[in-house]
């Protein structure tokens, strides 16, 4: 993983969101996987869940799993990086109440797509991330159905 990298995208979401820093050295590990490896290791048991998935912060784990197929050198694809170190910092400043509930987690979702969609702008994409989480609301929802969220 590029370091320089790295750094310079846990600066962009520090800057974004404004939850407070924390040192690069403390940041998880990033591990690039196959597609159907990252299914399987962030959905264990199955279902559709974890279709598509780009990456995850394995808060169990202390890691960051994301595609091997992901062009880094791309604002893109390294924007679901970005996306996963907001989850970090967000998960230092609030713990496990980051995903206590569907609110929370609804919550925790924007914030990070927010972030993300930021970053995509300010690098000059088109792209827009994180369609569902605005046709999605808590009325009836259980848990299960959001978490672990699609990136
Ligand atoms: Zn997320």
Redesign the pocket.
């Known amino acids: 993983m590029d370091a320089a990298l790295i750094a310079y995208l846990l600066a962009a979401a520090i800057r974004i969101t404004g939850l407070p820093g924390v040192a690069a050295a403390h940041l998880p590990e990033f591990v690039a996987l196959p597609a159907r490896e990252l299914e399987r290791q962030v959905c264990p048991d199955g279902g559709n869940g974890c279709r598509g998935i780009v990456a ?2 394995d808060r169990l784990h202390f890691r960051i799993l994301y595609r091997d197929t992901l062009d880094l050198e791309q604002p893109f694809d390294h924007s679901f990086l970005l ?2 170190i ?2 970090v910092l967000q998960y230092r400043e609030f713990g496990n109440a980051m995903y206590a509930d569907c609110r929370s987690t609804l919550r ?2 924007a914030e ?2 927010r972030a993300q969609n930021r970053y995509l702008r300010d690098t000059g994409q088109l792209a827009y991330v994180g369609f569902s989480l605005r046709t999605t609301d808590c009325a009836g929802a259980g848990l299960g159905r959001l978490a ?4």
């Open positions: 995850y912060f996306h996963e907001v989850h925790t979702e990070a797509y672990p969220g699609p990136a």
